[in-house]
């Protein structure tokens, strides 16, 4: 089992936006799940049961505190 990744069983109704809110609290980051779930890149909203990977992602502390939101 690697590490670095966990596996999601989605359910009805998930978008790539709404899993990576879910996971990392930032809908920008659905390009890193696509990336990791090429074959499902052209689903827009899931059936339940697709077994997606959703990488890990450490937290960057070097981010400077004076970004605005939508930059950090």
């Known amino acids: 089992m690697d590490e670095n990744v966990i596996y999601y069983i989605t359910k009805k109704g998930d978008t790539f ?25 052209d689903v827009l909203i899931f059936d339940s049961g697709v077994e997606l990977i959703i990488p890990v992602i450490e937290e ?12 950090r």
Not at 17 to 41: G, H, P
Not at 60 to 71: F, H, I, Q, R
Request: net charge negative; proline share 8%.
């Open 60 to 71: 960057n502390d070097d981010t400077p505190a004076s970004l605005p939101p939508w930059e």
């Open 17 to 41: 936006d709404s899993i990576a809110f879910n996971f990392y609290t930032e809908e920008k980051l659905s390009s890193t799940i696509i990336a990791a779930n090429r074959q499902y890149s």
